[in-house]
């Protein structure tokens, strides 16, 4: 079955109500925890990883954003799941844009987290730099923390804050099997196939073309979706709300997941 090839959770035992969330770059199920299993008593939360990140498969090619749609449309339709709303965010927010535009009689409505729909050819360059700098494997957990608590920390040029940076990066490093090696969950060179694939067009046309309600959350400080093409967003269809979380950047669902979880179940239960 293809759904083998996936790590996924289901929580919550509400079938009339379903949820699918689907991650960022370089995240993993797990990072949406927190926030469904404070939903799973009135929805049905599926959490995955998906390929090339995790423990999910990670082939050596496919890794557009219509791929990634397709391998989500294969596994709602394994596990049965018909009608859902959908949250993503970051590059999860571009797979879901574009999942809804593929699928929109399976999307009852779509949460877009922290991302917008141009294209950046050059956005490759920085997470060639980003990961290119982290010496994995690492031989031990205090050879990677002294790594990135003197070396990373004091010497990249990050976009985001560099302690937010790195506390995302060291939880996506584990342990290797049975070994004294710690390494990526992810696999880096689908990382960097998937930013190339993700910017190589824009995606306003799914964004004008939505007919399902759709909500945007923007943090305030984010380094990723612009307040004006966040505003440009909202003037491009009527079906979108937006809101916008003060003080948070772009990981809005961690920085300020009690927030982010009670406007989410709000417009869960309006739609």
């Known amino acids: 079955m293809f759904l083998s090839n996936f790590n996924y ?3 919550g035992a509400n079938e009339s109500q379903r949820v699918v969330f689907i991650h960022g770059l370089m995240a993993f ?3 949406w925890r927190k926030i469904a299993s404070r939903l799973q008593n009135d929805f049905q939360c599926l959490i995955y990883d998906q390929r090339g990140h995790g423990r999910s498969f990670k082939p050596e090619n ?5 791929v990634f749609a397709e391998d989500l449309n294969k596994i709602t339709d394994q596990l049965g799941w018909d009608s859902f709303h959908l949250v993503g965010h970051s590059m ?3 797979n879901a844009m574009v999942f809804a535009d593929m699928y ?3 999307v009852r409505s779509l949460t877009i987290e922290d991302i917008g729909p141009d294209s950046d050819s050059r956005s490759v360059l920085y997470y060639e730099k980003m990961l290119n700098s982290v ?6 957990k205090e050879e990677m923390k002294q790594f990135f608590s003197t070396h990373f920390e004091k010497n990249f040029s990050s976009k985001e804050p560099i302690s937010v940076l790195s506390s995302f990066l060291q939880a996506n490093i584990e342990q290797v099997n049975d070994t004294n090696l710690y390494d990526w969950r992810f696999s880096k060179q689908a990382i960097f196939e998937i930013v190339k694939e993700g910017h190589t067009k824009d995606r306003w046309k799914e964004v004008s073309g939505f007919k399902m309600p759709v909500l945007l959350i923007r943090g305030e400080n984010s380094h990723v979706l612009s307040h004006e093409t966040y505003i440009k967003m909202l003037q491009a269809n009527s079906n979108i709300q937006g809101m916008e979380i003060k003080q948070a950047g772009h990981w809005i669902h961690y920085e300020k997941y ?3 979880t009670s406007i989410l179940r709000e417009f869960l239960g309006k739609n």
């Not at 496919?62 to 219509?66: I, K, M, R, V």
């Not at 010496?135 to 031990?140: A, K, L, Q, R, Y």
Request: aromatic share 12%; charged share 20%.
């Open 9 to 11: 959770s289901v929580l």
């Open 29 to 31: 199920s797990a990072n």
């Open 62 to 66: 496919g890794y557009s954003p219509e």
């Open 92 to 94: 999860g927010g571009r």
């Open 104 to 106: 929109p009689q399976k």
């Open 135 to 140: 010496p994995t494997p690492f031989h031990s």
């Open 258 to 260: 009690e927030e982010f």
